[in-house]
């Protein structure tokens, strides 16, 4: 049971960032306190490969980095995959006696949600089927920031966004956004889990139990982006935690097939009390959008009662 992991404080006040301050990302952006979140959670060292994103170019502008970790840039699509040539050259520097075999060392991918949604879809997945130990972190702020706020593969319905622009022929992104979680958990693999910065202490012990896991884990953690979503950069936190309290996030965990939900609101808001605090869902309080927020509503309360089944169910 998640509780039973312990996420002192004062370990967190002690230890050294291992991502440092002065890196170039906005003010507000949930992205660098989701990283050391993490990094806290980990005591052994860790080598990290980041997709082309928000968090790569603004923590690594040349010649500077903000990585006290070893740290690898690919391309955008394949961080799984460059982490999993690494942890396979651990795995073989240890069988020919060149890593001592009580060196533990831990790998960790991180992509934003173009780059895990869709760009590096198909790489995650394989990097999880061939069973490489690694941590595979989505960065989710909902669409392609780094390059202007492109509706990506998570973007949820409704969203504006620069290519689901609202105007006269569309309401902001038509479709619903992919159940990437779940198609994570469908590869059967020892830990998956879905998190948000404003339930550190959630957010650490899922990481501390992905690393821990026995073969491949994933952690897709919201990481609300002030520019994209169109709030002030003091309300980051506030609005991760609506997120979780109206049920459109969900805090929740496949931990060997068994799924629990790790945070249960006592009162479950309306999704709406999420979309007003978002320029970006400003549009659907006209009274034309009347219906197509109720749509959204329903839809929220229906993927709600699949997981309270599915947490029943594995129980
Ligand atoms: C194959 C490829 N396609 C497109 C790009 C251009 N590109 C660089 S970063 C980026 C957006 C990244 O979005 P996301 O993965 O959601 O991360 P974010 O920046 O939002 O954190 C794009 C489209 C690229 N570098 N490589």
Redesign the pocket.
């Known amino acids: 049971m998640a509780e039973r992991i312990r996420v002192n404080l004062r370990d967190i006040i002690n230890n050294e960032d291992r991502l440092a301050p002065g890196h170039r990302l906005c003010a507000g952006c949930a992205?660098p306190t989701v990283i050391r979140q993490i990094l806290h959670a980990v005591e052994e060292p860790v080598v990290i490969a980041t997709?082309?994103?928000?968090?790569e170019v603004s923590t690594t502008v040349y010649p500077f980095t903000a990585w006290r970790t070893p740290w690898i840039h690919s391309?955008?699509?394949n961080a799984a995959t460059t982490i999993s040539g690494v942890e396979a050259a651990y795995k073989a520097l240890q069988r020919a006696g060149k890593i001592p075999e009580d060196q533990v060392i831990k790998f960790m991918a991180i992509?934003?949600?173009?780059?895990s949604y869709d760009?590096g879809f198909q790489f995650i997945s394989g990097a999880l089927e061939r069973g490489h130990k690694f941590v595979y972190v989505c960065?989710n702020?909902e669409?392609?920031?780094?390059?202007g706020i492109q509706r990506?593969g998570a973007t949820p319905r409704g969203a504006n966004t620069t290519t689901s622009p609202v105007g006269e022929v569309i309401q902001g992104k038509t479709q619903w956004r992919k159940p990437f979680t779940k198609i994570m958990a469908a590869h059967d693999i020892p830990y998956v889990a879905q998190a948000s910065p404003h339930n550190y202490r959630d957010l650490m012990i899922k990481a501390k139990k992905a690393f821990a896991a026995d073969g491949p884990a994933v952690l897709n953690i919201l990481a609300p982006c002030p520019r994209g979503w169109r709030h002030s950069s003091e309300e980051t936190m506030s609005v991760a935690k609506l997120a979780a309290d109206t049920c459109y996030w969900p805090l929740y965990e496949v931990d060997n097939g068994k799924t629990t939900v790790t945070y249960k609101p006592r009162e479950k808001l309306p999704v709406a009390e999420w979309f007003k605090r978002q320029g970006r869902f400003r549009h659907l309080f006209r009274p034309a959008n009347t219906e197509l927020l109720e749509e959204i509503q329903a839809k929220i309360d229906q993927e709600w009662e699949l997981l309270l089944k599915a947490e029943a169910q594995s129980a």
């Open positions: 992205e997709a082309t994103g928000c968090m391309a955008f699509e992509g934003g949600d173009g780059a760009i960065l702020n669409a392609y920031m780094n390059t990506s």
